[in-house]
């Protein structure tokens, strides 16, 4: 049987695109699979290979996307390279109610929306990349942005690597330079 954390709330993972934060949060549920489970965000970017609608991701169309806003749907929602993204309320009762632990793998600006919701509870934490070249490395050789993608997520990593910093926002920064140690720091954490 899976330990059972003391701590219930949802855990709010982000970091800089091609952090690893979703190969982190990824490895905690494939561990726990009876503990822990993966928010799933509505996009309306198109599928990568292998991704599977209602797992990945539920993509929709900007129209209905839109129309879920007006409904006051998403606990966080984004644009980021002319796609959105969200966080329903309902991707995380639907894993609360079945108690299981809620992980959301989101953006900073989400981090802010949801700092700016009282009704949610949530612990925060930081994924920060051993440095800006590295990122780059990684975000090159999982092949799936153009170049001007990455150089869009690297301008954009240098300011959240200085918000996460300076703000106060997250109760633990882990630094993502060998997987299994950083994983470890993540495991420790959540069975504190
Ligand atoms: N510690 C590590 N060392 C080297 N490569 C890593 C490490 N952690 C993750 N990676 C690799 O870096 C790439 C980016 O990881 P991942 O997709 O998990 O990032 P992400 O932060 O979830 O990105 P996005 O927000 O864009 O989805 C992947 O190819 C992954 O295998």
Do not use: C, W
Request: net charge negative; glycine share 8%; hydrophobic share 35%.
């Amino acid at each position: 049987m899976s330990p059972r954390p003391v701590d219930r709330r949802p855990i709010i993972i982000s970091g800089p695109s091609g952090v690893g934060k979703g190969t982190l949060a990824q490895k905690l549920i494939d561990k726990y699979p009876d503990t822990f489970a993966l928010t799933v965000s509505h996009t309306t970017r198109s599928p990568r290979v292998n991704e599977i609608d209602g797992k990945s991701y539920h993509f929709v169309s900007a129209t209905t996307f839109t129309t879920l806003l007006s409904q006051d749907a998403f606990v966080e929602h984004t644009t980021f390279n002319s796609h959105q993204y969200g966080t329903s309320k309902a991707a995380i009762t639907d894993i609360t109610d079945k108690g299981l632990i809620a992980v959301l793998d989101i953006e900073i600006d989400g981090v802010q929306q949801i700092r700016g919701n009282s009704s949610i509870d949530a612990r925060y934490v930081f994924i920060k990349p051993p440095s800006l070249e590295a990122l780059g490395a990684r975000l090159r050789s999982r092949g799936t942005e153009s170049e001007i993608d990455v150089l869009s997520r690297l301008t954009r990593a240098r300011d959240e690597i200085e918000f996460a910093e300076t703000q106060g926002v997250y109760g633990k920064i882990i630094v993502n330079d060998d997987l299994e140690r950083a994983y470890g720091e993540l495991e420790e954490l959540m069975f504190r």
